[in-house]
């Protein structure tokens, strides 16, 4: 599931010496959570030290069992020494992005600064700045593998974007915008991604179930189930030859394409059965008919039954 959360986010800053970070950051942490009440906890900034340093196993252990959101918070994993081990949900690293769908709740945290500085930069240029569809790209594979995407951007001291930065964030929120319905409340598929080599188009995959009745909430991917599964497919790149093909879809007489339009439109797409998926030609499309020029989304509706486990 992709969403977007309430986030307090903090930095555990170093101290001299134990007894200052006992005097001032740890009982800040018990300020933050008693009056704010957040839903996630974003701990950083803890390499240095120990997670006995930190105190961290007695502020968790209070935090889920005695503080006023022990029922509803989530924390990440860097709380000294225990990165990519423990947590609510693991970040392991900035710019993680495993190569598979994960068993786990995870997160990829990046920033529009391609150089990977998360501060403001005062000299950044244009050509720093990360690419609508280079962020495009990257929300897309994060959340068909299941993990969420954090994306960082580095206001100045008076606390102002810089304009190249809220550009992006204005190019990225449109695009978001129209294609809401296939990022939220979204799982990871049976397949992540189309790993036709002889397409020059990469798509990667996210599903929804019309019916949830019976299934863990809290399942890692979602089965295809031809009268329950709709599929997402996000093109990434313009097909040389106007042709998408879906190798992973596999037709039945009743499943339905669409194309999500400008404009809130849904645009019914005809395709052709291929061996072994179908394939869909875009070519009679105008470009205003697409809300993105860089990348564009597929409905698939009331394809076959598969029974693939992708965690293995």
Known sequence: MCGILKILAFLLVLEPSLSQYTQVSYPQLLDLVNNYKPDVIWSDGDWEMSYKYWRSTEFLAWLYNESPVKDTVVSNDRWG?????????????????????????????DTLDRTGVYGYRRTITANEVLTPLEVISRLVQVISKGGNYLLNIAPDANGKVPTLFEQRLIEIGNFVRAHDEAIFKTKPWIFQNDDNLNSSSPVWYTSKLRNTTGFDPYRVYNPQQQQNTI?????????????????????????????????????????????????????????????????????????ADQNVNPIG
């Open 231 to 303: 599929v997402y497919a996000f093109v990434l790149s313009w097909p040389d030859d106007n042709k998408v093909n879906l190798t992973k879809v596999i037709p039945t007489s009743s499943t339905v394409v669409n194309l999500f339009g400008a404009n809130n439109q849904s645009i019914p797409m005809t395709y052709t059965q291929q061996s072994g998926g179908i394939q869909i030609d875009i070519s009679g499309l105008s470009l205003t008919k697409f809300p993105s020029t860089d990348v564009f989304v597929l409905k698939i509706e009331y394809a």
């Open 81 to 109: 020494g225990v990165t990519c081990v423990h947590g609510g949900y693991i970040t392991c690293s900035d710019h993680y992005l495993p190569g598979k769908l994960q068993t786990r709740k995870w997160e990829d945290s």
